[in-house]
């Protein structure tokens, strides 16, 4: 699957997400993205989302 660019107007939505405490899952719902994209670019703009699953081994 091609990854499509992320917008100026994508980027401000994840920091407003991830400023108001948003779950990673819930980020990736709203902006229509997969887990994996929220958290490589929440990386690259310096950004924290936690995860609502948490992992048990």
């Given at each position: 699957?091609?990854?499509?660019?992320?917008s100026?107007?994508?980027?401000?939505?994840?920091?407003?997400?991830?400023?108001?405490?948003?779950?990673?899952?819930?980020?990736?719902?709203?902006?229509g993205?997969?887990p994996?994209?929220?958290?490589?670019?929440?990386?690259?703009?310096?950004?924290?989302?936690?995860?609502?699953?948490?992992?048990?081994?």
């Amino acid at each position: 699957m091609a990854r499509k660019p992320w917008s100026f107007k994508e980027d401000r939505r994840l920091m407003e997400l991830a400023k108001s405490s948003a779950s990673l899952e819930e980020a990736a719902r709203q902006l229509g993205r997969s887990p994996d994209a929220i958290k490589r670019m929440a990386l690259r703009l310096g950004l924290s989302l936690k995860s609502k699953a948490t992992k048990k081994g």
